[in-house]
Protein backbone atom coordinates (compact mmCIF):
# COMPACT_ATOMS: atom_id res chain seq x y z
CA UNK A 1 0.00 0.00 0.00
CA UNK A 2 1.40 3.74 -0.06
CA UNK A 3 2.09 5.79 2.83
CA UNK A 4 0.83 8.96 3.48
CA UNK A 5 2.66 11.86 4.67
CA UNK A 6 2.63 12.37 8.23
CA UNK A 7 0.33 14.92 9.33
CA UNK A 8 -1.67 15.91 12.40
CA UNK A 9 -3.38 12.63 13.87
CA UNK A 10 -6.70 14.68 13.92
CA UNK A 11 -6.33 15.66 10.42
CA UNK A 12 -5.80 12.62 8.82
CA UNK A 13 -9.12 11.16 8.70
CA UNK A 14 -10.78 14.51 7.52
CA UNK A 15 -7.95 14.99 4.84
CA UNK A 16 -8.39 11.33 3.71
CA UNK A 17 -11.89 11.52 4.15
CA UNK A 18 -12.07 14.21 1.47
CA UNK A 19 -10.08 12.70 -0.81
CA UNK A 20 -12.37 9.85 -1.33
CA UNK A 21 -15.36 12.32 -1.36
CA UNK A 22 -14.04 13.74 -4.34
CA UNK A 23 -13.04 10.61 -5.80
CA UNK A 24 -16.73 8.98 -5.51
CA UNK A 25 -17.98 12.84 -7.04
CA UNK A 26 -15.58 12.38 -10.26
CA UNK A 27 -16.34 8.81 -10.79
CA UNK A 28 -20.27 10.30 -10.96
CA UNK A 29 -19.11 12.71 -13.87
CA UNK A 30 -16.74 10.77 -15.47
CA UNK A 31 -19.49 7.53 -15.65
CA UNK A 32 -22.43 10.14 -16.55
CA UNK A 33 -20.20 11.53 -18.95
CA UNK A 34 -19.29 7.78 -20.55
CA UNK A 35 -23.61 7.25 -20.66
CA UNK A 36 -24.25 10.28 -22.47
CA UNK A 37 -21.55 9.41 -24.84
CA UNK A 38 -22.11 6.02 -25.38
CA UNK A 39 -24.08 6.22 -28.28
CA UNK A 40 -25.40 2.66 -28.10
CA UNK A 41 -24.79 1.50 -24.96
CA UNK A 42 -26.11 -1.80 -24.13
CA UNK A 43 -29.16 -1.56 -21.59
CA UNK A 44 -26.62 -4.15 -19.09
CA UNK A 45 -24.08 -1.75 -19.60
CA UNK A 46 -25.84 1.59 -18.94
CA UNK A 47 -27.37 -0.21 -15.96
CA UNK A 48 -23.67 -1.42 -14.66
CA UNK A 49 -22.92 2.84 -15.18
CA UNK A 50 -25.99 3.25 -13.29
CA UNK A 51 -24.93 1.25 -9.94
CA UNK A 52 -21.70 2.43 -10.32
CA UNK A 53 -23.01 5.78 -10.43
CA UNK A 54 -25.63 5.82 -7.76
CA UNK A 55 -23.11 3.74 -5.62
CA UNK A 56 -20.57 6.94 -5.52
CA UNK A 57 -23.43 9.17 -5.15
CA UNK A 58 -24.24 7.37 -1.91
CA UNK A 59 -20.17 7.64 -0.32
CA UNK A 60 -19.90 10.64 -1.24
CA UNK A 61 -23.05 11.95 0.75
CA UNK A 62 -21.93 9.52 3.38
CA UNK A 63 -18.51 10.89 3.21
CA UNK A 64 -19.44 14.41 2.84
CA UNK A 65 -21.82 14.24 6.02
CA UNK A 66 -19.30 12.26 7.95
CA UNK A 67 -16.72 15.13 7.35
CA UNK A 68 -19.44 17.84 8.52
CA UNK A 69 -20.33 15.72 11.41
CA UNK A 70 -16.45 15.93 12.90
CA UNK A 71 -16.13 19.53 12.44
CA UNK A 72 -14.45 18.74 8.86
CA UNK A 73 -12.79 21.38 6.42
CA UNK A 74 -14.70 22.13 3.47
CA UNK A 75 -15.42 20.19 0.30
CA UNK A 76 -13.62 23.21 -1.73
CA UNK A 77 -10.59 24.00 0.61
CA UNK A 78 -7.82 22.66 -0.48
CA UNK A 79 -6.63 20.56 -3.35
CA UNK A 80 -6.69 16.95 -3.51
CA UNK A 81 -4.44 15.26 -1.58
CA UNK A 82 -2.18 12.03 -2.32
CA UNK A 83 -4.69 9.42 -1.98
CA UNK A 84 -6.08 11.13 -4.94
CA UNK A 85 -3.53 11.64 -7.04
CA UNK A 86 -3.01 7.76 -6.23
CA UNK A 87 -6.02 7.34 -7.89
CA UNK A 88 -6.11 9.49 -10.49
CA UNK A 89 -3.01 8.05 -12.08
CA UNK A 90 -4.93 4.74 -12.46
CA UNK A 91 -8.08 6.62 -14.60
CA UNK A 92 -8.78 4.70 -17.85
CA UNK A 93 -11.56 5.28 -20.60
CA UNK A 94 -13.09 2.39 -22.07
CA UNK A 95 -11.78 1.19 -24.88
CA UNK A 96 -13.69 -0.15 -27.83
CA UNK A 97 -17.47 -1.03 -27.69
CA UNK A 98 -17.78 -4.63 -27.04
CA UNK A 99 -19.30 -6.22 -23.60
CA UNK A 100 -15.83 -7.70 -22.27
CA UNK A 101 -13.92 -3.99 -22.66
CA UNK A 102 -16.62 -2.24 -21.03
CA UNK A 103 -16.44 -4.88 -17.77
CA UNK A 104 -12.72 -4.81 -17.93
CA UNK A 105 -13.03 -0.70 -17.67
CA UNK A 106 -15.51 -0.97 -14.89
CA UNK A 107 -13.46 -3.64 -12.88
CA UNK A 108 -10.24 -1.46 -13.55
CA UNK A 109 -12.57 1.58 -12.05
CA UNK A 110 -13.39 -0.09 -9.41
CA UNK A 111 -9.96 -1.74 -8.46
CA UNK A 112 -8.53 1.89 -8.84
CA UNK A 113 -11.27 2.81 -6.09
CA UNK A 114 -10.68 -0.61 -3.63
CA UNK A 115 -6.80 0.68 -3.22
CA UNK A 116 -7.83 4.20 -2.23
CA UNK A 117 -9.72 2.74 -0.07
CA UNK A 118 -7.47 0.27 1.42
CA UNK A 119 -4.90 2.96 1.49
CA UNK A 120 -7.11 5.46 3.66
CA UNK A 121 -8.29 2.51 5.98
CA UNK A 122 -4.81 1.63 6.55
CA UNK A 123 -4.43 5.57 8.47
CA UNK A 124 -7.71 5.42 10.38
CA UNK A 125 -7.65 2.48 12.41
CA UNK A 126 -7.68 4.95 15.49
CA UNK A 127 -11.32 5.97 14.44
CA UNK A 128 -13.64 3.44 14.68
CA UNK A 129 -16.94 5.38 13.48
CA UNK A 130 -15.23 6.27 10.28
CA UNK A 131 -13.49 2.62 9.41
CA UNK A 132 -16.99 0.98 10.13
CA UNK A 133 -17.76 3.14 7.43
CA UNK A 134 -15.25 2.77 5.03
CA UNK A 135 -15.38 -0.98 5.89
CA UNK A 136 -18.94 -0.86 4.91
CA UNK A 137 -18.01 1.60 1.36
CA UNK A 138 -15.20 -1.29 0.28
CA UNK A 139 -17.17 -4.30 1.71
CA UNK A 140 -19.34 -3.12 -1.19
CA UNK A 141 -16.74 -2.32 -3.77
CA UNK A 142 -15.43 -5.69 -3.36
CA UNK A 143 -19.32 -7.32 -3.75
CA UNK A 144 -19.13 -5.28 -7.04
CA UNK A 145 -15.49 -6.24 -8.44
CA UNK A 146 -17.03 -10.13 -7.79
CA UNK A 147 -20.36 -9.32 -9.23
CA UNK A 148 -18.30 -7.79 -12.55
CA UNK A 149 -15.93 -11.07 -12.63
CA UNK A 150 -18.32 -13.46 -12.90
CA UNK A 151 -20.36 -11.55 -15.65
CA UNK A 152 -17.04 -11.05 -17.43
CA UNK A 153 -16.19 -14.52 -17.30
CA UNK A 154 -19.97 -15.80 -18.39
CA UNK A 155 -18.96 -13.99 -21.75
Given amino acids: MHKIQPMSNASIPLFLLRDLAIINGERVVKYQQIK???????????????????????????????????????MHAKKPGEVYHLWEEE???????????FLTFCEKEEQALQRAY????????????????????ESDI???????????NAL
Avoid at 60 to 66: A, P, R
Avoid at 123 to 136: G, K, N, S, T, Y
Fill in 36 to 74: RTGEKLELDMAGILSDMIQQSVVYQQELTDKISQLDGIS
Fill in 142 to 152: DYELDHLARYR
Fill in 118 to 137: RTVLEHVQAHEDIQFLLERH
Fill in 91 to 101: QVMPEGRGRLQ
